[in-house]
């Protein structure tokens, strides 16, 4: 082949060589969910929302300026106008007469008092502002433990999928010795039968396996937001061996008294209790009187005056100071039902507190159940996997002596195939429960 007959050659090789599969670590989920997820961009809107309320918030401290002018022309079409007096009375006629006129206003408002509202309303927007950074942190936790349990999920999946072609591999070794034994008469075809149609099942447990992968990695896209095929994206494989099964678990009281000081809800809930407090003191300021400083400059000019335009701007000119205090005597009962509403919505806020703080124990003992429920699971399913593994051993050389039938063959697959199902799984939920607990202890993700 000649050098153009090579590259041609090669091209073609790499036009249609399948994309290489990128391989994502959890680290590397974590830190891209935390800039493309949809919910966190969302959350981080609200907070600057609640950021530019503060600003404004702080702003009524001051007092407001505004200028204001106005230009008239006004058109009188049957003016009277008085020509001369006589003893029979005054002699009038009419004419159509134009004028034009303007004024010139600055003003400026300030409320020096109106019952600490404007402070307390000031507060209330910090502490919106908090509300919404730690909803933002809720919502950072929510995702961190959806993406470590997908990745953990299909890190223990891709193990089931080896060890269901373990046993693939073994099934059809033993039909294939069957098969041999049926032509030199020492089994039935009957049995051959069987062992096929296992051999089938086999390979089905084995689609089935890869499968599930593939609708738990579908499930880890979508929350990473992204678009990518889903045979072109796959995790990082992480040896986990068994003795991450054996670990250590903190006890609950310890990782509820860490979570009570670190996690966001806690803290959320407590931001309501002052939230509601001080939307309380607004609610009584509404009884107090209100006192309010107002100053205004203005001129004015008109086409009917003699005068030139800058010089009635200075004729014309008018300063006025004003103070304003307002008490209020009977606001039908509006102020009263206010008090009201933010007394209640305080107790409700109170509740909250302790429904979140119940929350969290209840999530925390779960965890720290199924973790340590799951860690004697292991070692049992341990020790249970030696002996089916050494009983289905002795039985596949009986069964080659003609010894055991197919049936009791099959039967010690099977649980073997069962227990080697039940370690797997006792192991993964052992490694997930323990790095969630840690998580709420305020320790970050690792495995």
Same mark, same amino acid.
């Given at each position: ?128 502002? &908090? ?5 933002? =942190?809720?919502? !950072?936790? $929510?995702? /961190?433990? %959806? ?5 953990? #999920? ?41 062992? &096929? ?5 086999? =390979?089905?447990? !084995?689609? $089935?396996? /890869?499968? %599930? ?5 579908? #499930? ?228």
């Amino acid at each position: 082949m000649n050098t153009l007959g090579r590259f041609l050659s090669l091209a073609a090789m790499l036009v249609c060589a399948p994309a290489m599969s990128e391989t994502w670590s959890l680290s590397k989920c974590l830190e891209y969910a935390m800039e493309h997820n949809i919910d966190l961009q969302k959350s981080k809107i609200t907070m600057q929302e609640q950021e530019s309320s503060l600003a404004s918030s702080r702003a009524q401290l001051f007092p407001s300026l505004s200028f204001s002018t106005s230009q008239n022309l006004t058109n009188r079409p049957w003016a009277e106008q008085v020509m001369m007096t006589t003893d029979a009375g005054l002699v009038t006629s009419t004419s159509s007469s134009t004028t034009y006129n303007g004024n010139y206003n600055l003003s400026a408002n300030w409320t020096i008092w109106n019952g600490g509202k404007r402070q307390n309303n000031i507060k209330l927007s910090e502490i919106n502002v &908090e509300q919404a950074e730690l909803q933002s =942190q809720v919502s !950072v936790n $929510n995702i /961190q433990e %959806q993406i470590v349990q997908l990745y953990v #999920q299909i890190l223990y999946s891709k193990e089931s999928i080896e060890v269901n072609k373990q046993t693939l591999e073994v099934s059809m070794a033993q039909r294939d010795r069957a098969q041999q034994q049926v032509e030199i008469g020492h089994l039935s075809r009957t049995d051959l039968a069987q062992l &096929e149609a296992q051999v089938a099942n086999d =390979q089905y447990n !084995v689609v $089935n396996a /890869q499968a %599930q992968v593939d609708r738990y990695k579908m #499930q880890l896209k979508q929350l990473l937001e992204l678009t990518t095929p889903t045979e072109d994206f796959d995790i990082a494989t992480i040896e986990v061996d068994d003795d991450r099964a054996l670990v250590l678990f903190p006890t609950i009281d310890e990782v509820y008294t860490s979570a009570l000081d670190s996690r966001p809800e806690i803290k959320n809930s407590k931001l309501g209790i002052q939230s509601a407090e001080t939307n309380l003191k607004i609610a009584r300021s509404g009884a107090m009187p209100t006192a309010s400083l107002s100053a205004r400059v203005g001129t004015s000019n008109s086409d009917t005056s003699d005068k030139g335009f800058g010089e009635q701007l200075k004729t014309n000119w008018n300063n006025s100071l004003g103070l304003t205090i307002n008490v209020p005597i009977y606001s039908q009962r509006q102020t009263k039902t206010q008090v009201e509403k933010a007394r209640l919505s305080k107790q409700t806020s109170e509740l909250n507190l302790i429904n979140q703080e119940n929350d969290l124990y209840n999530t925390i003992e779960g965890l720290w159940l199924t973790g340590t429920t799951a860690q004697q699971q292991f070692i049992a399913s341990k020790a249970n996997v030696e002996s089916s593994q050494t009983s289905f051993d002795l039985l596949s050389e009986q069964f080659d002596l003609g010894l055991k039938n197919i049936v009791e063959l099959m039967d010690g697959k099977v649980k073997l195939l069962s227990a080697l199902q039940n370690k797997l799984q006792s192991k993964f939920t052992v490694i997930l429960n323990e790095q969630l607990l840690r998580f709420y202890q305020g320790n970050d993700i690792t495995l």
